[in-house]
């Protein structure tokens, strides 16, 4: 049974960073790409971030990009997601998922649209504020 445990959110002030966990079970996560999420209040879950199991490893969006690094531990069978500079508007519920798939993008599919993802954690609040 694939499950996804996320962790790490807190309160920051802009300009902070944090790492967010999620631990997977049920699968291992070298195995198959997987990605982070987040969605804030009154918008719909947009996507941040994917790693695949093939070059190129990383995908992510353009809101995030250059600030955030997603990674693995392949020993603890765990996902992060590491973001610097923290904005007001990352504040979101930050989630992980995954589809059980190798790739973030292959064909017409695209891990960006996050109806893809299959399986998904019950996320983790982050909130960036003075």
């Known amino acids: 049974q694939v499950q996804l445990v996320e962790s790490g959110g807190d309160l920051v002030q802009p300009g902070g960073s944090l790492r967010l966990s999620c631990a997977a079970s049920?699968?291992?996560?070298?195995?198959?790409?997987a990605g982070w999420y987040r969605q804030a209040p009154g918008n719909g879950r947009e996507a941040v971030a994917c790693?695949?199991?093939?070059?190129?490893?990383?995908y992510y969006s353009d809101s995030v990009k250059g600030r955030t690094t997603i990674s693995r531990d392949n020993a603890k069978n765990t996902l992060y997601l590491q973001i610097n500079d923290l904005r007001p508007e990352d504040t979101a519920v930050y989630y992980c998922a995954t589809d059980l798939l190798p790739l973030c993008i292959a064909g017409r599919y695209n891990y960006s649209d996050p109806g893809n993802m299959d399986y998904w954690g019950k996320g983790t609040q982050v909130t960036v504020s003075s």
């Open positions: 049920g699968f291992t996560v070298g195995n198959y790409a």
């Open positions: 790693i695949s199991t093939r070059d190129p490893f990383t």
